[in-house]
């Protein structure tokens, strides 16, 4: 349940972050949205914004400290985007005002021998979030038709018999993408999915940053590089699965990545926005409880515990 007195808050919230909704991917472009967009902020606004999230956070506080009392919804939030977009970065301040009891973090890396073993959904559902809880997915099951479609020799690891690699692969795990959150969705886990939509131009610019900065020398790895090369093949991957995925009730937010201050901005503001329409509400006291709250409010007051 939204308080009233920020019912208006969540009206403006809804509006700024409809732009880069998509809930029908039909006629989806990726070259429709623009990475460097920053929407009505400038660079002279720049700080408005910045105090904007901050009052978005302290709402998703609140709204999660709902989620977490009333126990019936799960929230799994997808994020998704090329090398050096700021996944991480955003993850961290979005989330900074979160009860870390009821978040759960999951990067998911190459597939450990285990994880190969069964099916590329496998460890993906060991880690879906609990009712009350928030999970998020720095990557996740998209990998398998992004990385996996741009580099096929993924798939002779992966054991699958050949007569299931077919010309249809791609399509048909979309589809079972698509049926799998229409099914998270029915069994009350909202689905909320990031595409960090960062250029090309701004991603060279944080590589050097890595090589620049001996504070960021960590970062760099060697197939930074070697995946710029497949830069347009990524792009059409992300357009096709974007196409397949995007519902209504599991929508994808394309988020301008080139302004690390306004991706999360937008990022805060699409989770708040869903988070309003979640019915989310403190579990409301029956009798025989609150007769139990006065009477330990009574034996307190008297000093007789």
């Not at 732009?19 to 002279?44: A, C, I, M, W």
């Not at 989330?95 to 190969?116: A, D, R, T």
């Not at 798939?155 to 698509?178: F, G, M, N, S, V």
């Amino acid at each position: 349940m939204v308080p009233k007195n920020n019912k208006e808050k969540f009206t403006k919230i809804h509006d700024f972050v409809a732009p880069y909704k998509v809930t029908n991917g039909k006629s989806f472009k990726l070259s429709d949205f623009d990475p460097s967009n920053t929407g009505p902020f400038s660079n002279e606004k720049k700080q408005e914004a910045k105090d904007l999230l901050a009052e978005g956070i302290e709402l998703l506080k609140i709204q999660q400290d709902m989620l977490y009392a009333q126990d019936r919804y799960a929230m799994l939030l997808v994020f998704q985007a090329m090398d050096a977009a700021g996944k991480d970065g955003t993850i961290k301040h979005v989330m900074s005002g979160i009860n870390p009891q009821g978040c759960q973090v999951y990067s998911f890396k190459q597939p450990s021998p285990e994880e190969l073993d069964h099916d590329y959904m496998w460890r993906y559902l060991r880690c879906l979030p609990e009712r009350g809880r928030i999970g998020i997915y720095n990557r996740s099951y998209y990998e398998e038709v992004l990385v996996v479609r741009v580099h096929k020799e993924i798939l002779a690891h992966q054991r699958i018999p050949d007569e299931l690699i077919t010309k249809d692969i791609w399509r048909d795990r979309l589809e079972d993408i698509a049926n799998f959150e229409s099914y998270l969705t029915r069994n009350a886990v909202v689905v909320v999915k990031f595409f960090l939509n960062v250029s090309k131009t701004e991603q060279k610019k944080r590589f050097m940053a890595r090589l620049d900065r001996s504070e960021k020398n960590w970062k760099f790895s060697s197939s930074d590089l070697s995946e710029r090369r497949f830069w347009d093949d990524y792009m059409k991957a992300y357009q096709e699965a974007i196409r397949a995925t995007a519902t209504k009730s599991a929508p994808w937010y394309i988020v301008p990545a080139d302004n690390k201050w306004y991706t999360r901005l937008v990022v805060a503001g699409a989770i708040a926005d869903t988070m309003s329409r979640m019915n989310l509400a403190y579990p409301v006291v029956d009798k025989v409880k609150m007769k139990e709250i006065e009477e330990a409010r009574q034996l307190l007051a008297e000093g007789n515990v």
